[in-house]
């Protein structure tokens, strides 16, 4: 399968069974538009590789950070498995430009929704997880979330921001603050919120999710920054 060479170069596989592949990278949309086909759509393999992540995202900080504490280490994989690191990921190794979409979809922006990349990357490990066993896809995992580590840890971007943000809130301005959403796009399956933090009648951050609870957290972390910056020209 010539057309996925350079994909597997990314990915540092080479498959056995190329069905795997075009399967993980086969969206519904393209189906709905192609019906008759014989692959099914990459549901199940998202499936199957969301459970995979799970076990070797914990492995790996389980024996990376042994003086880290059960709370602390399930919000850091929280951290790597959201929707927003997975499709960052996909970024990375260009699935994007592979996926098989249907024309709407693919019009519409389909190859850089977050949902749609985070749950391709998911079938993706999937795949690489029946052709070529856990030994593959945990070197392909543990890559990717081994230079992402740093990030999220310098950031605190695996703690609940919108807890610490109430907090700060609350001590500053004895106010807590409130959420709203400014903007929906996207179909009803890949729905992308927007969300405002408001202290008062002011706007402190504003963040993107596939759900209204990580378009919070986001927008509680642009908050959290602006805090912190202007606790720092106070000092």
Known sequence: MNDYIELEQNLGVEFRDYSLLTRALTHRSFLNENP????????????LGDAVLDFVVGAYLYHHYPEMDEGELTSLRAALVRAETLAAFARELEIGRFLRLGYGEA????????????ATFEAVIGAVYLDQGLGAAKVLTEELISAELPHILASSAHKDAKSEFQVWAQARYNITPRYRVVKTSGPD??????LEVMVR????????GSSKQLAA???????????????????
Do not use: S
Request: glycine share 10%; aromatic share 6%; hydrophobic share 45%.
């Open 36 to 47: 008759g086909g014989a692959l099914e759509d990459n549901e199940r393999l998202e499936f």
């Open 107 to 118: 019009e519409n922006g389909g190859r850089e929704r977050v949902p749609i990349l985070c």
């Open 189 to 194: 399956h890949a729905k992308i919120f927007t």
């Open 201 to 208: 009648d002011v706007a402190w951050g504003e963040g993107e």
């Open 217 to 235: 957290q986001a927008a509680a972390q642009a908050a959290l920054a602006k805090a912190n910056e202007m606790e720092l020209m106070e000092a």
